[in-house]
């Protein structure tokens, strides 16, 4: 057997391959100490070591297997695997609204790369209806993709690009758009495009998945359902994520560009809307409205687009002892607006106190935000908070902190009048800032309680 059929095996598992004489992309049956494994042996990433094999099993999930727990291994037949889909032209039905899908990569359009054993941008937006084929029954689709990075490569460059191209689709007549894109940082571009891209006349639909397409339990497909079924046929005009809502296949739930988060590395129903309701639920053919108020779709083709960004603007998370060097270094660096994310109501340390005047009289824009992330910034409640007023620095109101950030890189792309940007912060476009709380607007359920714990056998079956 030659080495080129042992893709990345080396040193002590690639001699277990050649002992049993198993080939890369053989179906194969592993005996070990721990039980009989059924499946397919996939290449080894040549960045991993070599105590391992790794198998795709018949739930379609991949592990790895220690050699030292192989008791044998027969192969009981060969097909090497294409992982690429092709891709194939969208067919066209009268009488379907007109989806633009815009692919950015992330995960919702990857596959792995199993050289690496990485996730990649890969699939094009065309490939997603050949994995998605019932996107044909919900609209008529045009692709394009403009990137293909992981969300963590985005940034003003790229929302500038995102809200110019929604401009252009929109001045075509299309009905609807949808923003093929990372995860990690949607609920920044869904800012981001917020405030870019201003009475929109239909729905403009950020959508990810937690887990790639190649994964059993990939949400992919049914987030692309719900957010092109959003994009073509609801009502609700505004930037918008749509991802799970439970971590069941149950519905999907369209955040409010403004007051989404991610809150949580791997559930799939990891977005929450902070300090509010969700707009709405989205099931396949269905959208039940949670909200009253939104901005209704229109047939006409009037948009602002707005594709201001600065980037000399960042975010200090305080803690305790924090040193004014910090801020001081910000200062340095010719940063212009810093958004502080603050304990409690809105607080920092006295020490921090000279810096912070050393900003103000450079010019530097200050805002703070809270770290709780549900709540309102209250300064005028303890000395702290009057005292840091004082030297320059405005509450935010309930704007998250990563929301301030990216409106505030906004702003100042188009003023440094320290008037107008503390007005244009402060003033709401598309509720980034809301009035008041509703009551349930927070809710975070505490694990081990009996009442949790009796409400949790309800909804987990």
Aim: charged share 25%; aromatic share 8%; net charge neutral.
């Amino acid at each position: 057997m030659t080495d080129d059929i042992f893709q990345g095996y080396k040193g002590e598992s690639l001699e277990v391959l050649k002992k049993f004489q198993v080939r890369v992309w053989g179906q194969a049956n592993v005996e070990t100490t721990r039980g009989k494994f059924v499946g397919t042996i996939l290449p080894r990433s040549e960045n991993d070591d070599d105590q391992h094999i790794v198998m795709k099993i018949v739930t379609g999930y991949n592990i790895g297997i220690d050699i030292q727990t192989i008791l044998s291994i027969e192969e009981t037949g060969y097909k090497k695997a294409n992982y690429k889909i092709p891709e194939k032209e969208f067919p066209k039905t009268p009488g379907l609204p007109s989806v633009k899908l815009i692919g950015t990569g992330g995960t919702i359009a990857s596959r792995l790369d199993y050289r690496t054993g990485a996730v990649i941008p890969a699939f094009s937006p065309g490939e997603l209806y050949g994995a998605v084929p019932e996107l044909a029954d919900i609209c008529n689709l045009e692709t394009e993709k403009i990137f293909a990075v992981f969300s963590e490569n985005m940034g003003p460059t790229q929302y500038i690009a995102l809200a110019k191209a929604i401009g252009r689709e929109i001045e075509k007549g299309v009905d609807g758009i949808v923003i093929g894109h990372g995860t990690d940082t949607l609920h920044h571009t869904g800012a981001a495009l917020t405030f870019m891209v201003q009475n929109s006349p239909v729905p403009i639909v950020l959508v990810g998945s937690q887990r790639s397409s190649d994964r059993p339990s990939s949400d992919a497909a049914l987030n692309l359902m719900h957010a092109m079924y959003t994009a073509g046929h609801s009502d609700i005009a505004e930037v918008m994520v749509c991802m799970f809502g439970p971590t069941s296949d149950d519905y999907g739930l369209l955040h409010k560009g403004t007051r989404v988060r991610k809150m949580h590395s791997s559930y799939r129903s990891t977005f929450r809307t902070i300090g509010d309701t969700p707009l709405a639920m989205v099931r396949r053919g269905e959208i039940h409205h949670i909200k009253k108020e939104y901005n209704h779709r229109r047939k006409d083709k009037n948009v602002k687009i707005l594709p201001f960004f600065s980037d000399k603007v960042t975010m200090l998370y305080y803690y305790p002892a924090m040193k004014p060097d910090i801020l001081d270094a910000m200062i340095d660096a010719g940063y212009k607006g810093i958004i502080i994310v603050g304990t409690g109501l809105g607080h920092v340390n006295k020490e921090l106190y000279p810096a912070i005047e050393r900003a103000y009289a450079k010019g530097v824009h200050m805002f703070m935000t809270l770290q709780t992330l549900w709540g309102y910034v209250h300064m005028f409640v303890y000395d702290t908070g009057r005292d840091m007023m004082a030297k320059g620095i405005i509450p935010a109101g309930n704007m998250l902190p990563e929301v301030a950030y990216i409106k505030l890189g906004w702003v100042l792309g188009q003023t440094d009048d320290r008037e107008e940007v503390k007005r244009l912060m402060l003033t709401p476009i598309n509720d980034e800032i809301t009035r008041r709380e509703p009551y349930n607007g927070y809710l975070i359920y505490q694990g081990g309680v009996p009442e949790v714990e009796e409400f949790i056998k309800k909804v987990r079956k």
